[in-house]
């Protein structure tokens, strides 16, 4: 497999001083390159040497010299600067689109290394890997988990980046979409995100000073007051209670005024989820958030302490939503408060992000500091991903480390790409076959 010929060419998982071209020349490889994931040569500026003379350029790999000709490096300038072809079966001489012969070596896949691949891959239980994880050092563990919690941050960051350019720059709408997004709480991110994408915020900064004109703007632009989505269950009872014709004539006031079209309501998702998470109740908190001017680019950005940040989240709900969890659906007195659990999900998901994304944009290394500093300082997240590490012995202190486990799951481990995962790694290196894997407890 050529991507296990990957892994050995990257990792040296080869003898060490019998390497030979086919055409019989020493080999020593001084930098076997950096590993690229994108088009092009496999590998780019390795450092070897052929017969004692130093090459710098880039390495390709396959499982067979023929692969060259069958993807078409032959014509391809891009391949012009490789400098060795790396094959675990020779069928015959590489040439480049300048017509230069291609140094080659064979290099065979260890067969322990093989036996332990094939195992992850027939795992079916998460962590495939986790027979051998615990024994590893903790200074590999950590490692890896600072490494996944930084590329987590930075596809975030990137997600923020690609927003900006569309809004133009509009950082406050920025913060406000990320915010909606996050409110979805994982469920419903997509729709919220939708929603956040619907709402004009000139428009709503008009009637800031107003919150049932907000509740009527955020909930209409969501859909939920249109006749259909009063669920039968609950109809007469929220036609009886007159507060969803109130709340959908102000919306059709609104959206006379500004010229708006509301999402469809049927991308909003409730089954399996928790009254408190209902949409309905989400989007009067954050039109109560919006209403009291709180959270902003600015306040984040002046916030210093956890505290400080969570003090700018806090919202509740109005009279009417006390006691509903939507139109007609009636529950006990609450007034629907953010719980820390909460709060602190949308620090990760929203403040942490955007500090640090707008500090790479306005060079402000500090603001990018301060986001790393509050997941650091954030208890880690509790889910079903965290609570497995945990029953194998794993430490997860922080909200960095379940952020690193999160993306180790989604990224690696669930796409079986243990060749790029450091604990796969190790894995594969080990002398000892593990021939069988028991199922961690779930």
């Given at each position: 497999m050529?991507?296990?010929?990957?892994?050995v060419?990257?990792?040296?998982?080869?003898?060490f001083g019998?390497?030979?071209?086919?055409?019989?020349?020493?080999?020593?490889v001084?930098?076997?390159?950096l590993h690229n994931?994108?088009a092009?040569p496999?590998?780019?500026?390795?450092?070897i040497?052929v017969?004692g003379?130093?090459?710098v350029?880039n390495?390709?790999?396959h499982?067979v010299s023929?692969d060259?000709y069958?993807h078409?490096?032959?014509s391809?300038p891009?391949y012009?600067?490789?400098?060795l072809?790396?094959v675990?079966?020779?069928?015959?001489?590489v040439v480049?689109?300048?017509g230069?012969t291609?140094?080659?070596i064979?290099?065979?896949?260890p067969e322990?290394?093989r036996?332990?691949?094939?195992?992850?891959?027939?795992?079916?239980?998460?962590?495939?890997c986790?027979?051998?994880v615990?024994?590893l050092?903790l200074?590999?563990?950590r490692?890896?988990l600072?490494k996944?919690a930084?590329?987590r941050?930075?596809?975030k960051?990137?997600?923020?980046?690609?927003?900006?350019k569309?809004l133009?720059g509009?950082?406050e709408?920025?913060?406000f979409?990320t915010?909606?997004?996050?409110f979805?709480?994982?469920?419903n991110?997509?729709?919220f995100e939708e929603?956040?994408?619907?709402?004009?915020?000139?428009?709503?900064?008009k009637?800031?000073?107003?919150?049932?004109q907000?509740?009527?703007l955020f909930l209409?632009?969501?859909g939920?007051?249109?006749?259909?989505?009063?669920p039968?269950?609950?109809?007469?009872?929220?036609l009886?209670e007159g507060?969803?014709?109130?709340?959908?004539h102000?919306?059709?006031f609104l959206?006379h005024k500004f010229?708006?079209?509301p999402?469809n309501?049927?991308h909003w998702?409730?089954?399996r989820?928790?009254?408190q998470?209902?949409?309905h109740i989400?989007?009067?908190q954050?039109?109560n958030l919006?209403f009291s001017r709180?959270?902003s680019?600015s306040?984040?950005?002046e916030a210093?302490t956890?505290?400080?940040?969570?003090?700018?989240?806090e919202?509740?709900v109005t009279?009417?939503w006390?006691?509903?969890y939507?139109?007609?659906a009636?529950?006990?007195?609450?007034?629907k408060t953010?719980?820390?659990?909460?709060l602190?999900s949308?620090?990760?998901?929203?403040v942490v992000p955007i500090l640090?994304?707008y500090?790479?944009?306005?060079l402000h290394e500090d603001y990018?500091?301060r986001a790393?500093?509050?997941?650091n300082?954030?208890?880690s997240e509790?889910?079903?991903i965290?609570?497995?590490?945990?029953d194998?012995?794993?430490?997860?202190?922080?909200a960095?480390?379940s952020?690193a486990?999160?993306?180790?799951?989604?990224r690696?481990?669930d796409r079986?790409d243990?060749?790029?995962?450091?604990?796969?790694?190790?894995?594969?290196?080990q002398?000892?076959?593990?021939?069988?894997?028991?199922?961690?407890?779930?």
């Open positions: 050529e991507r296990l010929l990957h892994y060419w990257q990792h040296r998982q080869y003898p019998s390497l030979k071209t086919i055409a019989g020349e020493s080999i020593e001084i930098d076997p390159g994931e994108n092009g496999d590998f780019f500026d390795a450092k040497k017969s003379v130093c090459w350029g390495v390709e790999i499982s023929s060259w069958h078409h490096h032959d391809d891009t012009n600067n490789v400098i072809h790396v675990e079966k020779d069928d015959g001489p480049t689109a300048s230069r291609v140094p080659q064979v290099i065979q896949v322990t290394i036996e332990h691949y094939d195992e992850l891959l027939r795992a079916e239980k998460y962590p495939p986790y027979s051998n615990m024994n050092p200074s590999v563990v490692v890896w600072d996944l930084d590329e941050l930075k596809i960051t990137a997600r923020i980046n690609q927003l900006s569309t133009r509009d950082w709408d920025v913060l979409i915010l909606g997004r996050s979805g709480f994982g469920i991110g997509d729709a929603w956040a994408s619907k709402i004009p915020l000139m428009a709503a900064g009637h800031r000073d107003d919150l049932f907000l509740e009527a209409g632009q969501a939920l007051l249109e006749d259909e989505m009063l039968s269950s609950h109809r007469e009872e929220a009886r507060y969803f014709q109130k709340i959908q102000e919306y059709r959206a010229t708006l079209q999402m309501g049927l998702r409730f089954l989820l928790r009254p998470n209902f949409p989400r989007l009067v954050l039109a919006f709180r959270f680019l306040s984040v950005i210093r956890l505290s400080e940040v969570r003090s700018l989240l919202t509740e009279s009417y006390q006691t509903h939507s139109f007609g009636k529950s006990s007195e609450s007034v953010l719980r820390q659990n909460s602190d949308l620090i990760i998901n929203t640090y994304a500090g790479n944009h306005s990018c500091k790393l500093d509050f997941l300082q954030m208890k509790e889910n079903h965290t609570r497995v590490w945990k194998l012995g794993l430490a997860v202190h922080s960095a480390d952020q486990l999160i993306e180790l799951r989604n690696y481990c079986k243990c060749l790029r995962c450091s604990f796969g790694w190790e894995y594969l290196k002398t000892k076959i593990y021939s069988t894997l028991q199922e961690p407890e779930q």
